[in-house]
């Protein structure tokens, strides 16, 4: 009996050692945050193109109930994640990507600090599955970390990305006693993360590669990955230093700190202060490749009356670090110049860089109106290289500096019309529809969830999926019964604006800063809540677009469904339009300004911030933390193994010793 005992308890312990060196191996710190976008796009910055999230409706995902869709605006465009302090060790990033159409290139990079320190891997993907990427470095000291996915192909092309996870050595091993130097480039990151341990749930497909993967290298990444190697640094002030000041960022002359509110996106913004009266600002050096084109562009919060103006200005510089001379100067298209309660949007426009130009100091200025106290607060920032197809008309600078008014205005970014100093929109372009512009119909709130008529609350948002601004001021909106003319409005490139019904818009909507014109009390004859069809027209009368909706099948048949009272109706991707019932959606959460978006319920979403980053499991196992939970499993196996035997011993012992 003595004997079996034994075993039993050997087995029990073997047991309980397997699984916790399965536990070991099987933990590890993911550094991406929401890599499945199970919370939509929290974690996550784009540029190049607009990042919305599809569920099993659209395509299967490859991990998960979501994955993400990134929508090509130009030639490149890029998803990234901020960057973290990462020590020493292996580090193996994997995620999984699909096309929707063909010919699309994605390039999937581990982003360091030091540059050299980068890999890459460039694939070639088809839109009929899943495409697996994976590639790993190894850091030989500890530098800070993230991820990059380059997209190629053409504007309106369209890439899947899921199941994206950066695993590697958890950061709670770096010492927090040593101040470690601000690394001269990293992504913005979006806020504090929280340790993920590695997903290990089952795939609804198995990722198949179509084509062969073709390694792109671990030298230089390519330029479509300066803006998170090269480029602005922590242009969302999320990233602080051991001390607590901002990572990456410098002032002359004033104060420069975090702030938690207000802010414009994420959980910090950056507040600049004066006390006296000589102008202050705040800045950041970036490498630049001469010749090419950039747009400087940040939100800026002027609510204070002692502030006399804040801007943006760009510096070129012949040096690799914006010392010396600078070579020319641009300020940004518009000035903040009395106090408001909103964040605006400031913008240099598109710049080229001088022929000589290796570097830039890109600069947030605070003008006082006297010595008093005064602050500006800064968010979003950002600085980014423009494809050929997107510097079309850029300023090409020469030494000296060039008036506000005309350095870039042509691509500046409209806003709705601005109250007092605040940042006016670009001279107006043609109503005639422009090369590069292409406007369609694509958001639509036809039935308000309000008691009585209905007219006041519905609006239109249009969106322009070219490179230009599209004046549209004069063209019309139809429905089955009357026409809009469109008051003044201009439709930024790759942005929106809204035709409102009336003022009460904003009421709904306090938040939206965008394009807006309002339409008198009513829309035409105001929209049919149970079917009907809008017609897009510009100022000769041609047909742009037109849709149709519930028992209204003229334009679309079938058309889209009907949806129900306070929801709207909206193309799942801005700027796809394949003129079928099939390309919009009910967003039960109306977007004026913004793409459409599965919503997840999280407390990040609203806003607050993420807990600091937990340990999941210490390196090397120790720790009581980390084989208790074993311990315990393994004694129970223990346990029970002995109450079967000394239940079931003797007989068993009886059948297999036979008759004496």
């Known amino acids: 009996m003595k004997r079996y005992l034994l075993a039993v308890l050997a087995s029990g312990a073997l047991a309980a050692l397997s699984?916790?060196?399965?536990?070991?191996?099987?933990?590890?710190?993911?550094?991406?945050?929401?890599?499945?976008?199970?919370?939509?796009?929290?974690?996550?910055?784009?540029?190049?193109?607009?990042?919305?999230?599809?569920?099993?409706?659209?395509?299967?995902?490859?991990?998960?109930a979501r994955a993400g869709y990134f929508t090509l605006a130009s030639s490149r465009g890029i998803l990234r994640q901020a960057s973290v302090m990462a020590p020493p060790g292996d580090y193996a990033l994997a995620l999984s990507v699909r096309s929707s159409s063909a010919s699309v290139r994605v390039t999937a990079s581990i982003a360091t600090s030091d540059a050299s320190g980068a890999a890459t891997s460039a694939y070639e993907i088809a839109p009929d599955s899943w495409t697996p990427i994976a590639l790993s470095i190894t850091l030989s000291q500890g530098t800070w970390i993230g991820v990059a996915i380059e997209f190629v192909g053409a504007p309106g092309d369209g890439v899947y990305v899921d199941a994206v996870h950066l695993d590697g050595v958890d950061p709670s091993t770096v010492p927090t006693s040593t101040s470690t130097p601000a690394p001269s480039a990293s992504p913005a990151p979006t806020g504090t993360r929280t340790a993920t341990p590695t997903r290990t749930a089952t795939q609804t497909r198995t990722p198949t590669a179509t084509r062969t993967a073709t390694p792109a290298g671990t030298g230089t990444p390519s330029p479509m990955l300066a803006p998170l190697l090269g480029s602005l640094q922590n242009g969302g002030f999320e990233q602080l230093a051991p001390d607590g000041a901002i990572v990456a960022w410098n002032q002359v002359g004033g104060s420069l700190a975090p702030a938690t509110a207000p802010v414009h996106g994420g959980w910090r913004a950056a507040r600049l202060e004066s006390t006296t009266a000589s102008t202050k600002w705040?800045?950041?050096a970036v490498a630049v490749t001469p010749g090419t084109s950039y747009a400087f562009t940040a939100w800026v919060l002027d609510n204070d009356p002692a502030v006399a103006a804040a801007f943006l200005r760009i510096s070129w510089y012949a040096s690799d670090d914006g010392s010396?001379?600078?070579?020319?100067?641009?300020?940004?298209?518009?000035?903040?110049?009395?106090?408001?309660?909103?964040?605006?949007?400031?913008?240099?426009?598109?710049?080229a860089a001088p022929s000589t130009a290796r570097s830039a100091r890109l600069r947030v200025l605070l003008a006082p109106a006297s010595d008093a106290a005064a602050a500006i607060y800064v968010d979003d920032a950002s600085f980014v290289e423009l494809s050929p197809s997107d510097a079309t008309g850029?300023?090409?600078?020469?030494?000296?500096?060039?008036?506000?008014?005309?350095?870039?205005?042509?691509?500046?970014?409209?806003?709705?019309?601005?109250?007092?100093?605040?940042?006016?929109?670009?001279a107006k372009p043609a109503s005639a529809p422009l090369s590069g512009a292409r406007v369609v119909i694509n958001e639509v709130l036809y039935d308000a969830a309000t008691s009585g008529p209905d007219a006041a609350n519905e609006w239109i948002e249009l969106y322009n999926a070219g490179d230009v601004a599209q004046d549209v001021s004069g063209w019309t909106l139809a429905d089955n019964a009357a026409a809009e003319r469109i008051p003044d409005l201009v439709v930024p490139p790759r942005g929106?604006?809204?035709?409102?019904?009336?003022?009460?818009?904003?009421?709904?909507?306090?938040?939206?800063?965008?394009?807006?014109a309002t339409a008198g009390g009513r829309i035409g004859n105001?929209?049919?809540?149970?079917?009907?069809?809008?017609?897009?027209?510009?100022?000769?009368?041609?047909?742009?677009?037109?849709?149709?909706?519930?028992?209204?099948?003229?334009?679309?048949?079938p058309s889209i469904a009907d949806v129900p009272a306070g929801h709207s109706i909206e193309r799942r991707t801005p700027g796809v339009d394949t003129d079928e019932a099939g390309d919009f959606t009910d967003n039960r959460r109306p977007s004026p300004g913004g793409p459409y978006v599965v919503e997840a319920?999280?407390?990040?979403?609203?806003?607050?911030?993420?807990?600091?980053?937990?340990?999941?499991?210490?390196?090397?196992?120790?720790?009581?933390?980390?084989?208790?939970?074993?311990?315990?499993?393994?004694?129970?196996?223990?346990?029970?193994?002995?109450?079967?035997t000394f239940r079931f011993g003797p007989a068993l012992r009886s059948r297999l010793s036979g008759p004496p």
């Open 496 to 516: 929106y604006a809204v035709l409102a019904a009336s003022e009460s818009f904003l009421k709904t909507y306090p938040a939206y800063r965008g394009a807006l």
């Open 601 to 644: 319920a999280t407390s990040q979403q609203q806003g607050a911030p993420a807990a600091a980053p937990v340990k999941v499991l210490s390196q090397g196992g120790a720790g009581v933390s980390s084989w208790l939970p074993w311990l315990a499993l393994g004694s129970a196996i223990t346990l029970a193994a002995g109450a079967l």
């Open 19 to 64: 699984l916790f060196m399965q536990g070991d191996r099987a933990a590890a710190y993911d550094y991406v945050t929401n890599g499945g976008f199970e919370d939509g796009t929290t974690g996550w910055r784009s540029a190049g193109g607009t990042m919305q999230v599809v569920d099993a409706t659209t395509v299967v995902p490859a991990e998960g």
């Open 394 to 426: 850029a300023v090409n600078v020469a030494a000296g500096d060039i008036p506000a008014a005309q350095a870039g205005a042509a691509a500046s970014l409209p806003g709705r019309r601005p109250a007092g100093g605040s940042t006016p929109g670009p």
């Open 324 to 351: 010396g001379g600078a070579l020319a100067s641009a300020d940004s298209t518009g000035r903040l110049t009395s106090a408001d309660t909103a964040y605006r949007q400031l913008t240099s426009g598109t710049i």
């Open 526 to 557: 105001s929209l049919g809540n149970n079917g009907d069809r809008l017609t897009l027209r510009d100022g000769s009368g041609r047909t742009l677009d037109a849709i149709s909706w519930g028992a209204d099948t003229s334009v679309m048949k």
């Open 282 to 284: 705040m800045y950041q």
